[in-house]
RNA sequence: GGGCCCAUCGUCCAGCGGCCUAGGACAUCACCCUUUCAAGGUGAAGACCGGAGUUCGAGUCUCCGUGGGCCUACCA
């Protein structure tokens, strides 16, 4: 309900600090949709969407609709319904309502026909590239105002076979030429997987999504600034029908640095074998994003502060990955990781015994303990090992000092030396190949408590946040 | 070519005519702490795209310019 307010304020400001958004202006219950088409899961740029419109349901109490935009069965992948679904319910945002478009597509043809009693829509039969061209000059093709023919008859007759779409009238003098005409429904033969053959008239989205938006009763729609010219479209819809529009409203677009999120390109690559699936963890999908270890919290929070304005912005992974750490860091583990480890000898008279705390600040979390026997080989980074000399002092942490002698660690004391190099180690352990979002692989060896955080998000001590899996670490970030 | 939208620190946000010598977060740098190069503490550096106007007064309003984005599909 959103009858807190006396009277619908507009422009009402103050929102800014808490949840840093402002409320929607509102008259009654608030509808919002998301609307993806189902071509693959959801990516991050998509996110925003679903965290703006669920943050509004949210502060007003609606209802969020996910609309699966399948209109163009060419373009459908059969997978990605679930996905997506499963995708918004990871985010905290599970939709109230599930709609599938093509499951509505005697609703669009029963508009349609409105519209073309009403004369503001026409059958057209020309070749689509003269039509284009007539518009480009606005100019009207000969279809538009024939009044000779039925253009109900000429809908009617699309079922059954022949070529022609059907053009919603605009202004064909609007001196935007995105807006002068567009076809509301046109001829697709191609078999689509949900509906298979049945139908061959399909409507395009602008068409449905007009006929949808009012509908299923959306009150406001929430969605990117590239769609601002769509809205002038679909306006004429409403217009033409003399429908109630819903409020539109438009946030600027977002550009995230080094990701691939177009997801043609995405299934042609995992096609190919470039990537090992939709969660691969070069890929910005969700999916990935989930797998690496990213909190969904953070995703939205990132959103949520970034807010509805009209200015394009450039999403930054180190602000959200900063948003991630604060989530992780608490809870994670840490855990030593020895990349790339060379092989050295203990030397000690008596056993040794390892207590690292989970976490140096939870003591709660409980301690890595391990005993360590003489003449056991220890493993150490190559690349830390490559700073010390013959005769070094260094420090295997949470355990003991050793100095480096021919090719052998003696030890020398247990507690720790001031300015004495630290260094990860372990005598045996996890294989585990650290694997970073560029796509390289470094081989290590992780403690052997690893075996039993399988899944979770720990932090490997001088290398950062790492999700565990089998015999694979999948790079977070620092 | 045409149209639409946008423009404050590196990034994101705040700022809705005087309270701004422009504030916060993250990032950056320095120091402190530390058996992690994480976290934590202290401090520093860092922005109103340009030009006209309106006004007693403009980051805030108007116009022009410039820059960026998007749309102009029988895609969504």
Redesign the pocket.
């Known amino acids: 309900m959103a009858a807190q307010a006396p009277a619908p304020k507009p422009?009402k400001?103050?929102g800014?600090g808490h949840s840093?958004l402002t409320p929607l202006e509102v008259d009654g219950p608030v509808v919002l949709r998301f609307?993806?088409?189902p071509s693959g899961p959801l990516h991050l740029g998509h996110s925003r969407a679903v965290a703006l419109n669920h943050a509004f349901r949210g502060i007003h109490n609606g209802k969020l609709i996910l609309r699966l935009?399948?209109?163009?069965p060419t373009?459908v992948d059969p997978a990605a319904y679930d996905l997506i679904t499963l995708d918004m319910e990871w985010l905290g945002a599970k939709p109230n309502e599930i709609v599938v478009q093509s499951d509505r597509l005697e609703i669009y043809y029963e508009d349609a026909r409105e519209l073309l009693s009403r004369d503001a829509a026409y059958v057209?039969h020309?070749?689509?590239e003269k039509?284009?061209e007539l518009?480009?000059h606005s100019t009207a093709c000969p279809c538009r105002d024939d009044k000779s023919a039925s253009h109900l008859a000429a809908f009617e007759a699309l079922f059954s076979g022949g070529?022609g779409?059907v053009v919603v009238k605009t202004d064909l003098e609007s001196?935007?030429?995105?807006?002068?005409d567009?076809?509301a429904l046109?001829?697709?033969e191609t078999s689509h997987p949900r509906q298979g053959s049945t139908w061959r008239l399909?409507?395009?989205?602008?068409f449905?999504v007009a006929v949808d938006d009012y509908r299923l009763g959306v009150t406001h729609v929430l969605r990117g600034?590239?769609?601002?010219?769509?809205t002038l479209c679909q306006q004429w819809v409403y217009r033409h029908l003399d429908w109630g529009e819903p409020q539109f409203i438009?946030y600027?677009?977002v550009?995230i640095p080094d990701a691939l999120l177009k997801t043609t390109t995405i299934s042609e690559g995992i096609a190919d074998g470039d990537y090992c699936g939709w969660d691969d963890p070069q890929l910005a999908t969700l999916a990935a994003l989930r797998r690496r270890g990213y909190q969904p919290q953070a995703i939205m929070d990132y959103w949520i502060?970034?807010?509805v304005?009209?200015?394009?912005?450039?999403?930054?992974w180190?602000?959200l990955?900063?948003a991630n750490?604060?989530l992780v860091?608490p809870e994670a583990k840490?855990l030593f990781w020895v990349p790339e480890p060379v092989e050295l000898i203990l030397e000690a008279s008596q056993p040794l015994e390892k207590?690292a705390p989970f976490?140096?600040?939870h003591a709660e979390m409980g301690e890595r303990r391990e005993t360590v026997m003489p003449g056991v080989t220890i493993l150490l980074p190559a690349a830390?090992m490559a700073q010390l000399a013959e005769g070094d002092l260094l420090?295997l942490?949470?355990?003991c000092n050793c100095r480096l002698r021919n090719g052998q660690l003696e030890h020398v004391s247990d507690?720790?030396i001031k300015g004495v190099p630290?260094l990860q180690w372990c005598v045996a352990g996890e294989p585990l190949q650290l694997l970073r979002p560029n796509g390289s692989k470094v081989e290590g060896i992780a403690e052997p408590a690893a075996a039993e955080m399988m899944g979770e998000v720990v932090?490997f001590?001088?290398i950062?946040f790492v999700r565990l899996e089998r015999s694979q670490a999948l790079f977070l970030h620092?």
């Open positions: 422009r400001a103050t800014s840093g609307a993806p088409g935009e399948d209109t163009n373009v057209c020309c070749d689509a039509w284009r518009k480009r070529d779409i001196n935007n030429p995105a807006l002068r567009f076809v046109r001829v697709v399909w409507p395009t989205y602008n449905a600034k590239d769609h601002l010219n769509n438009h600027g677009l550009s502060a970034a807010g304005k009209e200015a394009d912005i450039t999403l930054s180190q602000n990955e900063a750490r604060v860091e840490r207590h976490h140096p600040e830390d420090r942490k949470n355990l507690a720790p630290i932090q001590e001088r950062g620092r």
